[in-house]
């Protein structure tokens, strides 16, 4: 839903404006209220549960964030991902983090997946975008429900996990189908397949 306005806001003004119940975002200076579908909260939360346990395991200084901002560089764009995995220790250098539990360094922000909904657009222009500009070290595009462009997933299209992962500044992609182990520089002891992660959606899913 988009809130109507007169002209874009700032970053600060929309942190002044949000409100503490529901998730909010800013794209471009303009609010837009998220409402997920129940597939896709689904597909989150076991992708939640999947990382949180490696990084137990591994003992390592990340947390999983409910609702943190990340500030895009444009100054007009705040996002919150699906699955924000933050760097612990650098929080310390982020000015907005404990007024705002907001974020805009790439230090900070060493992985963020997005599960795809209708509003496809988004992850695979808008954020994308926003995201490798940040320069933000990888990036997972979750399609469970092939709602993406032929170009983004193949034709014909079919559930697909892109992992970016930033090279020379710029992100290179390689994507994940079926029983494929998905790779990532993050995590890469993980031991998860695209198949497992999608079997969570309701069935008629597929």
Same mark, same amino acid.
């Given at each position: ?6 002209? &874009?806001? @700032? ?29 896709? #909260?689904?597909?989150? =939360? ?21 609702? =943190? ?15 924000? !995995?933050?760097?612990? &220790?650098?929080?310390?250098?982020? &000015? ?13 922000? &060493? ?20 995201? #490798?500009?940040?320069? !933000? ?32 500044? #710029? ?21 998860? @397949? ?13």
């Amino acid at each position: 839903m988009l809130q109507p306005l007169v002209e &874009p806001i @700032t970053f600060e003004e929309f942190l002044e404006w949000k409100p503490d119940n529901g998730r909010y975002e800013l794209h471009k200076g303009v609010i837009v209220e998220m409402q997920p579908t129940g597939d896709h #909260e689904l597909v989150r =939360a076991f992708l939640i549960r999947e990382l949180n346990f490696e990084i137990r395991r591994l003992n390592l200084a990340y947390s999983i964030p409910g609702q =943190a901002l990340v500030k895009a560089v444009d100054k007009k764009s705040g996002y919150i991902p699906d699955v924000l !995995i933050l760097n612990l &220790p650098n929080l310390a250098n982020e &000015p907005l983090w404990k007024k705002s539990s907001t974020v805009s360094q790439a230090e900070s922000i &060493p992985l963020i997946v997005e599960v795809v909904s209708t509003n496809w657009r988004d992850d695979y222009f808008l954020k994308f975008g926003e995201y #490798e500009e940040m320069a !933000i070290p990888e990036y997972w595009i979750v399609d469970y429900a092939a709602l993406g462009g032929k170009r983004f997933i193949g034709n014909p299209k079919q559930p697909t996990i892109s992992v970016y992962g930033l090279v020379d500044g #710029e992100y290179q992609v390689t994507q994940f189908r079926g029983k494929d182990r998905i790779q990532s520089l993050t995590f890469p002891e993980l031991n998860l @397949t695209v198949e497992q992660v999608f079997q969570t959606a309701s069935p008629e899913t597929f």
